[in-house]
């Protein structure tokens, strides 16, 4: 019984320590970023790695989810005879949830993890002090980078997802069960609005990028520097990088959009 | 040799207490390079020698005792301070620690291209001496994934020399070598030394190749300095650690067993 | 070599995510045809029930757009909901135009509509819509409808 009240006090005691250690780092990466946009290359780099390798994962899950939303949002809403109603219901719900968030998770699982695997071989390999050593200060030049290129590609990611969703969501909706186009995409444009809708999905979206990046990056920076610790690490990105996009959704949410 | 030792001072730490969290690692390390020397810091693995070698980047900060590198208290120096300190200071890691994402040219090229301003031509120039110092102009555009353990040390070791160090720090550069890159590496650690006029430290546990190439040993046994001296004095040395570790001995004040209660009380236990 | 096809995707990579904004913001909500353009007038008016009216509603005629309710208050002194809306300055009402709030479809969201009056003078900002019907409430209705019913 006391050893569990220990355990668990333990386990407090190290999650703690570890989230004053993140935001130690995510300062000191701040404070270090204008390397960053002084020398583009470096974030052009991370941005294909972050970004350019991920648009494949993108557009293909987007147009699946479109096309289930398409086909599951019309077999609900013709029960109730509103079927007219299906181009609403498809952008709403990839413009407000399914978009950043699953785009997000698709980002954790990608390049997140490409992240911290990368940043972790460095560490192990002791690329990071060595470059440390030669007066080059790693979270300037390496962390930094991909930081920044993680926070910008995730709302483009985010954006490319729900647009493509929209188009596979139209066509099974207009193509493939013939509901009319004029109405669907009169009604779409009817039930979104730009600022409700568009751009807090936006919003979301970003702060997405921001907590799955630092995860990564974090983790990567942190890792016990063996193949092991480097292996566990990149575990940790996805499953960690997931809980948080998903607490955090729940958190944008009511401030956004219920808030109100 | 020996007239190097009254040339310029490069690095000195004395009294110098270290370690990581609360774990101490080094005590009362009194320790000097001077110009034109190489020195080689000896010991089992574990020992501290590494710790050593962190001290003297900056990378680490003494509990107490002094710490000097090319004139710059490193104790009480700023960030700044140390950053610029670093680019007079080559090292050469382990496994060399080559940036897997850039290949042999641009991996040496990287020093100049992060601290000068140089124009392309003069850095193209600069890596390909660099690289023809160490054998390996051939190689230049190699991935580093193709060099094999020997030449990626090399290629580290070019790296380390791109910015003309004054000192050059050495962790472990005969770790998994075969004889002949062994013999190769040992070779050019004294001719860059004599070259660029620079000191080394070597941390190694190579006992015969290190003793034939360097000035000077420090032996260092859990965290403590235990002897040091010319090659010929610790060869004749009397420290029975120093002399179990010159001839590789099974047993002796390290012990093969590690610490146990005697072996008739353990079989004892499962009956 | 490397580096330059780098720049190459990125620079696709920003353009198509760019382009999926400007499909979300322009084709997929009406950013663009649902803002008023130019300049506005503001006017109020009092109604006895808005039913489920609310801020950012449209306001149409003939059932065309031509501007947004901005405000919805409780006046204290009569206890009447004080509707104030944006119009277009573009469309001008007569001054004795009147605003009634309607429903889209049966069950569908809530505007308001004007009907344009015979004025000569033109409604003006700051002016107030006297002509007013309240939201069909359709509890009111059934309940009037059983009474009716039972009356009979």
């Known amino acids: ?46 941005l294909y790695f972050a970004g350019v390798l991920s648009i494949l994962i993108i557009v293909v899950s987007g147009a699946f989810v479109g096309l289930v939303l398409g086909l599951q949002g019309y077999d609900t809403l013709q029960r109730f005879g509103s079927e007219t109603a299906l181009g609403g219901v498809v952008a709403l719900s990839l413009l407000r949830e399914l978009g950043p968030v699953v785009a997000a998770l698709l980002f954790a699982s990608r390049a997140g993890s490409a992240m911290t695997a990368e940043i972790g071989l460095m560490k192990a390999t002791e690329q990071l002090d060595a470059m440390d050593v030669m007066a080059v200060n790693p979270i300037a030049r390496v962390i930094a980078p991909k930081f920044w290129a993680g926070v910008i590609a995730m709302p483009l990611l985010a954006a490319i997802f729900s647009a493509v969703g929209i188009l596979g969501g139209w066509f099974i909706g207009v193509v493939v069960i013939g509901v009319d186009h004029g109405t669907f995409w009169s009604q779409m444009q009817n039930a979104v609005d730009f600022e409700e809708d568009v751009r807090n999905g936006v919003v979301k979206s970003l702060i997405f990028g921001v907590i799955v990046t630092w995860i990564a990056v974090f983790q990567g920076w942190s890792c016990t520097p063996t ?22 959704d729940f958190v944008l949410t009511a401030f956004l959009f219920i808030g109100r | 040799m020996a007239q190097c030792v009254t040339e310029r001072l490069v690095a000195s730490l004395s009294g110098v207490d270290a370690g990581y969290g609360t774990r101490q690692i080094l005590h009362g390390i009194d320790f000097t390079v001077h110009r034109g020397q190489v020195v080689a810091i000896m010991g089992g693995s574990g020992s501290g020698k590494t710790t050593l070698l962190r001290l003297m980047t900056g990378q680490l900060r003494p509990w107490s005792g002094a710490v000097e590198v090319l004139g710059v208290r490193l104790e009480q120096a700023s960030e700044a301070q140390r950053y610029a300190l670093r680019r007079r200071i080559g090292m050469l890691f382990q496994f060399g620690a080559l940036f897997t994402d850039l290949d042999v040219f641009e991996n040496v090229a990287f020093p100049l291209r992060e601290h000068t301003r140089l124009p ?59 004889p002949i890159s062994l013999a190769t590496i040992g070779t050019l650690i004294r001719r860059l030394n004599d070259a660029l006029g620079a000191a080394s430290v070597v941390v190694t546990h190579d006992v015969v190749e290190s003793l034939a190439l360097v000035d000077y040993v420090y032996f260092v046994s859990r965290g403590r300095i235990v002897a040091h001296g010319t090659p010929d004095e610790i060869r004749n040395a009397s420290d029975p650690y120093v002399r179990q570790f010159v001839r590789g001995e099974i047993d002796g004040p390290a012990p093969f067993h590690y610490p146990a209660p005697p072996l008739a009380e353990a079989l004892m236990e499962g009956q | 070599m490397e580096r330059k096809s780098w720049d190459v995707w990125v620079g696709l990579f920003v353009l198509l995510g760019m382009a999926a904004l400007f499909f979300l913001a322009f084709e997929v909500s009406s950013a663009a045809t649902s803002r008023i353009d130019g300049e506005t007038i503001r006017v109020v008016a009092y109604f006895d029930n808005i039913g489920g009216l609310k801020v950012k509603a449209p306001v149409k005629s003939a059932g065309v757009l031509v501007g947004r309710v901005t405000a919805i208050r409780l006046d204290p002194k009569n ?56 939201a069909v409430v359709l509890e009111k209705l059934i309940g009037q409808f059983l009474v009716n019913k039972a009356a009979e």
Do not use: C, W
Not at chain 3, 97 to 103: H, Q, Y
């Open chain 2, 120 to 178: 392309e031509p003069l850095i193209r120039d600069l890596v390909l001496l660099k690289l023809e110092a160490v054998g390996l102009r051939g190689a230049a555009r190699l991935r580093t994934s193709e060099l094999s353990g020997g030449m990626a040390r090399r290629v580290a070791l070019a790296r380390a020399i791109a910015l003309d160090p004054e000192l050059i720090l050495y962790d472990e550069p005969f770790a998994g070598l075969d």
């Open chain 3, 79 to 134: 206890y009447r909901a004080e509707v104030t809306m944006e119009l277009s300055k573009r469309i001008p009402f007569p001054k004795d135009s009147s605003a009634s709030i309607l429903t889209a479809g049966l069950l569908g969201e809530q505007y308001v509509g004007i009907e344009a009056g015979a004025d000569l003078e033109n409604l003006q900002d700051g002016d107030r819509i006297v002509l007013t019907q309240s």
């Open chain 1, 227 to 248: 193949a092991e610790g480097v292996s566990r690490a990149i575990t940790k990105t996805v499953v960690f990088g997931a809980l948080a996009v998903l607490a955090a």
């Open chain 1, 1 to 46: 019984m006391i050893e569990a009240v220990a355990r668990l006090g333990r386990a407090t005691i190290d999650a703690v320590v570890q989230l004053g250690l993140a935001a130690r780092f995510v300062i000191a990466l701040l404070h270090h970023s204008g390397m960053t946009f002084r020398r583009l290359p470096l974030l052009i780099r991370d």
